[in-house]
């Protein structure tokens, strides 16, 4: 058997997190439970939302700008049930993000801001998950820049000497993990934190159907599930999150 990986990213908890969304609610549904079991246990988390969601509507009443007001309402409140620091908003347009050296930039304006000890992205080569869903193509951007923005860029100081100027010294993110990704080798242990995850998942009311929706294809989603994931070791309880961990430097 292999050794161990150390530190063991299924138990370790990290410093201080990034978590790099493409859309309000991408944490809360990819990662509530493990978000919310490091704050707990003394992790700072700060968010970073690339867009605000200003497509995330069938009504034809409710413009972007108004979808935009609502949505960073509903995720600053979903972000303070699981006990978030900060969410930083970058307000690029939802459905068109593409991982333009822009968006890398930006993304390493605020990596060398926050100086996290941990990242989470989405898995970039998530195209499509089994035989019914498309991965959004703002998650597979997201992802993509987030990954470009940690390497090389965070790094070296060559990159993006603007940064230097600001005052933002270059920076080494030693753990990665990705959320949304069909090639999963760490799962963290949430069945302590699925009714937050729920709590936080009912503040994103404009996506959910109401505040009162059936959330119940959450629990199915996070349920300890050998058939999606026949690499996952045994020993956790009822429910996990799922991701693909990298241990860089
Ligand atoms: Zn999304």
């Not at 989470?120 to 869903?133: E, L, V």
């Not at 790094?155 to 990704?181: K, Q």
């Amino acid at each position: 058997m292999a050794e161990p990986r150390y530190p063991d990213p299924s138990i370790t908890v990290p410093e201080r997190v990034l978590m790099i969304q493409a859309h309000p609610d991408d944490c809360e549904f990819s990662s509530g439970g493990t978000i919310a079991k490091w704050t707990a246990a003394g992790a700072e988390v700060i968010y970073c939302s690339i867009t605000s969601g200003d497509k995330g509507t069938k009504d034809p009443d409710i413009t972007g700008e108004e979808l935009i007001v609502l949505r960073e309402q509903e995720q600053l409140e979903a972000a303070k049930v699981l006990g978030v620091k900060e969410v930083i908003f970058l307000r690029y347009l939802d459905a068109t993000l593409v991982p333009d050296l822009k968006l890398r930039l930006d993304l390493t304006r605020v990596i060398r801001q926050v100086r996290p000890t941990a990242l989470m992205c989405f898995d970039p080569t998530t195209r499509f998950h089994g035989d019914g869903y498309i991965n959004h193509p703002d998650h597979v951007a997201a992802g993509d820049a987030s990954l470009a923005a940690v390497f090389p860029s965070c790094r070296d100081r060559r990159t993006f000497p603007e940064l230097l100027e600001e005052g933002l010294e270059p920076v080494e993110v030693p753990h990665i993990y990705m959320f949304g990704t069909a090639n999963a080798d760490c799962w963290i242990d949430t069945s302590d934190y699925i009714e937050t995850k729920i709590e936080a998942l009912r503040k994103h009311a404009s996506q959910i159907g109401g505040a009162d929706a059936d959330l119940s294809f959450v629990y199915e989603w996070n349920r300890d599930n050998t058939t999606r994931h026949p690499n996952k070791p045994d020993g956790f309880g009822e429910y996990s999150e799922a991701y693909k961990y990298m241990h860089l430097g």
